[in-house]
């Protein structure tokens, strides 16, 4: 397989789940821009990351749709749900909330000019991002609790996906500190020997 990624993406998700399940795979790391070039809009017309090239050279994109490809493929590393029908709605619904909800709440701060013309404004449609994200955020706070994981208590890929947009709550005025159990998920991920690896190849610091 063959992962297609940038740097500060949500593509670091699947790149952290391919190191957990322990298969072999190659990763491009693309430079911003690189892919709206015509090599990578073959791939993925949309130019977006990330995309995954299996082996038989099927392309599979959105991190929703890999993430949970990837758990009932190998069913072995254990990060999917429990092995009920009801279990696996319960990872698409974690899933949606976190790529349709938390992940496009942080669209007007990375990419304000989609939102508004008036560069002037930029600085307030980025700060009201967070005020927007702090229920949500909540939401994930009391939803980990006490817990090591998102999922049930159970490592799963929903715990990759939420590890990258912890690392977006750095840009918010006080960061992940006022919300003390995504605190520490976010520093046991920090340390996952999987995480380092994948972090390294994105060119990425282990610490946001």
């Not at 297609?4 to 399940?21: D, N, Q, R």
């Not at 072995?76 to 349709?100: H, P």
Request: one cysteine or more; hydrophobic letters at 50%; a negative charge.
């Amino acid at each position: 397989m063959k992962l297609f990624s940038m740097p500060g993406t949500c593509a670091l998700s699947v790149h952290i789940v391919l190191e957990w399940i322990g298969v072999p795979f190659d990763v491009e790391v693309m430079n911003r821009g690189d892919n709206r070039l015509p090599a990578y809009l073959a791939i993925n017309p949309s130019g977006q990351v990330p995309a995954l090239q299996l082996d038989d050279g099927t392309v599979l994109t959105e991190a929703a749709a890999i993430l949970p490809f990837l758990a009932e493929r190998y069913t072995e590393a254990g990060l999917g749900s429990d092995d009920s029908a009801l279990g696996r709605y319960r990872l698409a619904q974690l899933l949606s909330f976190l790529t349709g909800e938390v992940h496009v709440a942080f669209k007007p701060f990375f990419m304000p000019q989609r939102f508004l013309a008036d560069e002037a404004q930029f600085a307030a449609l980025k700060a009201n991002a967070f005020v927007v994200l702090a229920p949500l955020l909540a939401t994930l706070e009391t939803r980990l609790g006490a817990g090591s994981f998102i999922l049930d208590n159970r490592r799963s890929v929903a715990d990759a996906y939420l590890y990258i947009l912890l690392r977006w709550v750095d840009n918010a005025p006080d960061g992940v500190s006022p919300y003390p159990a995504l605190s520490r998920f976010r520093a046991r991920m920090e340390i996952d020997p999987s995480v380092v690896r994948a972090l390294a190849q994105q060119r990425m610091p282990s610490v946001g």
